[in-house]
């Protein structure tokens, strides 16, 4: 597993690539910690390249979500297929504090329409106000 | 197929430490593939496998007694059995426990895997079964 991390948009975005295990969690974790110890109150998390994740990640992603959720959220970007499929099976998915977005772009849609708990739309099909 | 039969399996056995965790995942994914499992059951026997081997290394207290993966294909379904030398645990109860979701490994394999048994083995030690219905 790689991690790194990086401000994007005014946000913190922590880029984690390859496998995220009980082994290696807590690198995760402390790259995470140093944000939160800002006083943080959401965090990007891009998981576009992550290729497997197990309860050591999950856990970590948890007790993210529980800590901001009062105050704000964690964004998980580009789960794959898999991975979200875990997310959903421990209730992350329906947790206020916790989003899903497809592309960085979402995510400075409303908020209450980036919390996408929807699959992908296509681009085309946003709506106009009149 | 090499993985027919009571008698026969794939074994493979290590040292139990987080680090090997990769080599068991590497392990699993070579028998899901080797019969025929699509990517989605294979990242689930992955994940649950490393579940029940995540607990061994966590429980192994300080003992070293390896920890062994064996894979049996059988008319139905493709077991893997974890063996360990040490006590299945409940994660959390413990005093070292670090974090509040220690929890979620058995919740996962069971959530998983079509069948999940645990038993204790005679003598000392743990084997946990996993069963993916073929």
């Known amino acids: 597993m790689q991690v790194s991390s990086k401000t994007e948009r005014g946000r913190p975005l922590v880029v984690v690539r390859g496998e995220i295990d009980h082994g290696n969690s807590s690198d995760l974790q402390a790259e995470i910690d140093k944000y939160m110890q800002g006083g943080e109150t959401t965090l990007l998390l891009d998981l576009t390249d992550v290729t497997y994740i197990d309860s050591g990640g999950v856990s970590v992603l948890l007790s993210t979500v529980r800590k901001l959720r009062e105050h704000g959220w964690l964004g998980a970007i580009r789960p794959n297929a898999d991975v979200r499929r875990l997310i959903e099976i421990v209730g992350l998915k329906a947790d206020n504090g916790f989003r899903i977005f497809e592309d960085l772009d979402s995510v400075d849609t409303p908020a209450d329409k980036a919390a996408v708990a929807e699959p992908a739309t296509n681009s085309g099909a946003e709506t106009t106000d009149p | ?134």
């Open chain 2, 1 to 134: 197929m090499s993985l027919t039969g009571q008698s026969r399996c794939r074994r493979l056995t290590v040292s139990p430490e987080p680090a090997r965790l990769t080599d068991i995942r590497r392990f699993v994914e070579d028998v899901g593939r080797e019969i025929g499992l699509d990517d989605e059951r294979v990242f689930d026997l992955k994940v649950a496998v490393s579940e029940a081997c995540a607990n061994a290394v966590e429980h192994s207290g300080g003992h070293h007694h390896p920890l062994e993966v064996c894979a049996r294909l059988h008319d139905d379904r493709l077991v893997l059995e974890i063996s360990d030398g040490g006590d299945f645990r409940v994660p959390g109860a413990r005093r070292c426990s670090r974090r509040d979701d220690r929890g979620l490994g058995l919740p996962l394999m069971v959530a998983l895997m079509d069948e999940v048994r645990i038993a204790k083995v005679r003598g000392g030690g743990t084997t946990v079964h996993l069963s993916l219905y073929l």
